[in-house]
């Protein structure tokens, strides 16, 4: 089993969801007390937020760079950005380590036409709805993505960061996140990216009536995939 680097803390919410994932993933593959090869680095959330709403991701980029170095120095074979919003500054990594990035979103575009489905509705945080990173590169692989309307991203923005990242969860939210799938479902949308970690804490695939894309189940599970190979 090849040593998997997580790159967390953003938040720390969804590392811990990460790392459960990651070993019950291991678990159900292998069996008995089977778990899984890996090191965590996990980063002071504050200071990363802090450059988010400055608009600095060159030394967001810069910070996550270094760290990536420090897990692949640990022994990690392979690295997980533990965040969609992050990826923004993917590049930033993938120039500074040998081992490889599995990218959260080409995982998530394969499972997405892997069900069949090229129109696809999206939530994040705002950088990841209303910036290219992530939306370009869904598009890249035959996807066509929905996004709420600028209302629906604020709430679901603000539900992110000031209630699941501090693992808050809320009935009235999960009920407001419902109404805004089902608005992408209205809008044409025939599945739905939790394109955020953090709203897998909010959002189960029972509580809607089409496909959703956890993009952090799906990438701990390519992960483990790779890991395994």
């Known amino acids: 089993?090849?040593?998997?680097?997580?790159?967390?803390?953003?938040?720390?919410?969804?590392?811990?969801?990460?790392?459960?994932?990651?070993?019950?993933?291991?678990?159900?593959?292998?069996?008995?007390?089977?778990?899984?090869?890996?090191?965590?680095?996990?980063?002071?959330?504050?200071?990363?937020?802090?450059?988010?709403?400055?608009g600095d991701w060159a030394r967001a980029g810069e910070l996550l760079a270094a760290d990536a170095k420090t897990l692949e120095a640990a022994g990690a074979e392979l690295v997980l950005l533990c965040t969609n919003t992050m990826h923004k500054v993917a590049r930033a990594l993938t120039d500074a380590i040998?081992?490889?990035?599995?990218?959260?979103?080409?995982?998530?575009?394969?499972?997405?036409?892997?069900?069949?489905?090229?129109?696809?509705?999206?939530?994040?945080?705002?950088?990841?709805?209303?910036?290219?990173?992530?939306?370009?590169?869904?598009?890249d692989r035959g996807l066509h993505v929905v996004l709420p309307d600028p209302v629906d991203r604020a709430l679901v923005h603000r539900v992110i960061y000031e209630e699941l990242c501090l693992g808050i969860v809320r009935d009235e939210?999960?009920?407001?996140?419902?109404?805004?799938?089902?608005?992408?479902?209205?809008?044409?949308?025939?599945?739905?990216?939790?394109?955020?970690?953090?709203?897998?804490?909010?959002i189960a695939p029972d509580d809607v009536d089409v496909p959703v894309f956890p993009t952090s189940r799906l990438h701990v599970e390519a992960a483990v995939a790779a890991a395994l190979a």
């Open 173 to 202: 939210s999960r009920a407001a996140f419902r109404a805004v799938i089902e608005r992408l479902v209205a809008e044409g949308a025939d599945g739905v990216i939790l394109g955020c970690t953090e709203i897998e804490l909010l």
């Open 1 to 54: 089993m090849k040593t998997i680097g997580l790159l967390g803390g953003m938040s720390w919410e969804s590392s811990a969801l990460y790392y459960r994932l990651l070993n019950e993933t291991v678990r159900d593959r292998l069996g008995g007390l089977h778990s899984a090869r890996c090191v965590l680095l996990s980063v002071d959330f504050a200071e990363i937020e802090r450059l988010q709403v400055a």
């Open 98 to 139: 040998t081992v490889p990035l599995l990218h959260v979103g080409d995982v998530t575009a394969d499972a997405v036409r892997a069900a069949g489905i090229t129109r696809v509705g999206l939530l994040g945080t705002a950088f990841t709805m209303e910036q290219p990173f992530l939306t370009d590169r869904l598009a």
